[in-house]
């Protein structure tokens, strides 16, 4: 990130510009990237964490007694197996 007054790079968590002394102004996220954007990352977002509860929730054969069983059941008998 650099500076709006000088330009000059800015250390990371830094309040003032080390090349101007310029006071830094925090982040106003919602002035920088826009509602309409944020709305939208937050649609995305929704949608990332449904698929990913469908993915967990999704069953596979396991491929010791072929049962219809989660991607979690699966890796816990799969680790097992690994261990004895």
């Keep these: ?3 709006e007054n000088c330009n000059s790079e800015l250390k990371e ?5 080390s090349e101007c002394g310029e006071k830094e102004k ?3 996220i ?4 826009g509602e309409q954007n944020i709305a939208e990352l937050e ?3 929704a949608i990332l964490e449904s698929k990913k509860k469908e993915e967990k929730e999704k069953k596979y054969p396991c491929p010791h007694c ?3 069983i989660t991607i979690q059941a699966l890796k816990s008998k799969l ?3 690994k261990s004895k």
């Excluded at 968590?13 to 510009?17: E, G, I, L, R």
């Excluded at 919602?30 to 990237?33: A, G, L, N, P, T």
Aim: hydrophobic share 25%; with cysteine; glycine share 4%.
């Design 1 to 3: 990130m650099n500076c």
């Design 13 to 17: 968590n830094s309040k003032f510009c």
């Design 26 to 28: 925090p982040l106003k």
């Design 30 to 33: 919602k002035e920088d990237i």
């Design 43 to 45: 649609k995305l977002v």
């Design 66 to 68: 072929n049962k219809e």
């Design 79 to 81: 680790n097992n197996g």
